[in-house]
């Protein structure tokens, strides 16, 4: 199987043309790193997740993590792999200076952040856990917790996790019933089960750092009694050291469809007279702080699916290289050629190429947005970037995630029967991604909260702002004399009509009849996310253009962005208005079904 290879080229392109990293440079606290050292910074990641990271996704596949003496031990090679990991400082990458971090623009850390998705998932899921704990602790933990956890989270040395859900609850935090009792000392005794715990337990690094969802003995029931707490595998000494063993107890190990070598474990709190945990701010207030945090590794989980369609896309791009079979059409020759030579295989690997295109430049925009609105000195701006970041996650998350599956499921197709083959590598990659629908809430309630709480909340202001700047991607593409960029203007304009269309439908449906819009959330959510990957799609084909109009740039690279873009508008921003209509219809027949007719 082809080893990865990033994608340099396009996020260079990506960091010039669509999510200009010299604007997000010159914002307080982010100027530190121009342009030259981002590009310095991915090459290098490029190297550690090549030649580091891709050689252990099969070896992970294969061997899984497992329980040994009732310890959990990794795969061959992932403890080496992750000393390195922390020693190149990449950890660190873009966490806060106060406490170690290098404090680099997410933009930057984003694609980094691809990188090692697309080389290998199932290691990537640790250190993405770990910031989940740091941004948790940086939001609401005490000065004392952040003395005493911070530095060797950020560093690596240790490991974070997010302790959510148990087996009655699923995805209704509300039902958590693991107890926390308050101590004369002010810490707290947890007691409990949790499962789906990624990296709850392993052999990576000498402590692991929980943040548990739990309830105190008088906290009202539902989602306003739930309080967040900081519970160490070993306790932490006043001078750093690591104290006794907590009473926090892998149950055991979950068997999974993919993502073997990441363990995902079943963990029993206080069996032996309580785990002994920290509360993060206020009592009750859990859910609301873990939800702030959640929208981080919902972007990661979309940052996932990205990683997951590049590497899909190159090992299948390779086969069809490769891969000699049957004669070209429109030809009289007998000799046998390459399948990248038939159309269909070509147009599934556009449809993969284009889609994950589209998916990495959503992504930089929305971390680009995420920059400016942590650090952007006027209030004002602050708060539309904000808003901004808040529209495009679901998109990021589930619109990301949902096409990598069909990708890695269209890799398998290029490759034929060798495809269903475990030995070429492509089943892993479906295997691997399709979990990321489910992380950090299903998809489908990524549609629900688009469609409340960012379009219908604010009456569909944030999202009009947007259309109106796709809007003006389309009269300056109207504006080239270019018959392809006129082809995408006219997709485009087509697109953002029945995007409107399905908008005024949830604003003026929501409230009166939510039932009624929530039939159409997700086809809502998927028509905003092919028109906002046809706009960035857009942008990248007019960028290129001009340069190509200059005489700048590599032309072959250029040309390849506009014909993409070209198929994009042609083969997938084209569903646009039937997405609308599906969102539009009438939900009688859903809705009018008894439970017993299913």
Known sequence: MKEYSAPLRDMQFVLRELAPLEEVARLPGCGDVNLELAEAILTEAGKFAAGVLSPLNAVGDREGARVEGGEVVTATGWRDAYGKFVDGGWNALSCSPEYGGQGVPRLVSALVEEMWNAANVSFALCP?????????????????????????????????????????????????????????????????????ITYGEHDLTENIIHLVLARTPDAPEGVKGISLFVVPKFLVNDDGGLGARNDVRCVSLEHKLGIHASPTAVLAFGDQGGAV????????????????????ARFSVGLEG?????????????????????????????????????????????????????????????????????????????????????????????????????IASLGIQVHGG??????????????????????????????IDLIGRKVARDGGETIRRVMDEMREVVAQLDQERSEALSAIAARLRDGVTALEQAVQFVVATFGPDVRRAAVGAVPFLELFGTVAGGWQMARAALAAHRHLGAGRGEAGFLRAKVSTARFYADHVLVRAAGLARTVVSDADALLALEDDQF
Request: net charge neutral; glycine share 8%; proline share 3%.
């Open 128 to 196: 993405m856990l770990t910031r989940g704990a740091i941004e948790a602790l940086e939001l609401k933990g005490s000065e004392e917790l952040k003395r005493r956890y911070l530095p060797k989270l950020t560093s690596g040395e240790w490991a974070g996790t997010m302790v959510l859900t148990e087996p009655q609850a699923g995805s209704d935090l509300s039902a958590v019933r693991t107890r926390a009792v308050r101590q004369p000392d002010g810490s707290y005794r947890l007691e409990g089960q949790k499962i789906f």
């Open 277 to 296: 945990g920290w509360l993060v701010g206020e009592e009750n207030r859990g859910l609301e702080y873990m939800f702030i945090t959640m929208n981080a």
């Open 306 to 406: 990205v990683g997951l369609a590049e590497r899909a896309y190159q090992v299948a791009l390779a086969y069809a290289r490769e891969r000699l079979q049957g004669t070209e059409l429109g030809t009289r020759s007998k000799e046998k050629v390459a399948i990248l030579r038939h159309p269909d295989v070509r147009r599934m690997l556009l449809l993969m190429k284009s889609r994950t295109e589209a998916m990495r430049a959503i992504a930089c925009v929305t971390a680009a947005a995420m920059d400016t609105a942590r650090c952007h000195p006027e209030a004002e701006q602050r708060a539309r970037s904000q808003a901004f970041v808040e529209l495009m996650i679901p998109i990021v998350k589930a619109w990301s995630t949902d096409h990598a599956i069909d």
């Open 418 to 447: 060798m495809g269903f083959i475990e030995e070429t590598g492509a089943a892993q990659f479906f295997r691997d991604a399709r979990i990321t629908s489910i992380y950090e809430g299903t998809n489908g309630i990524q549609a």
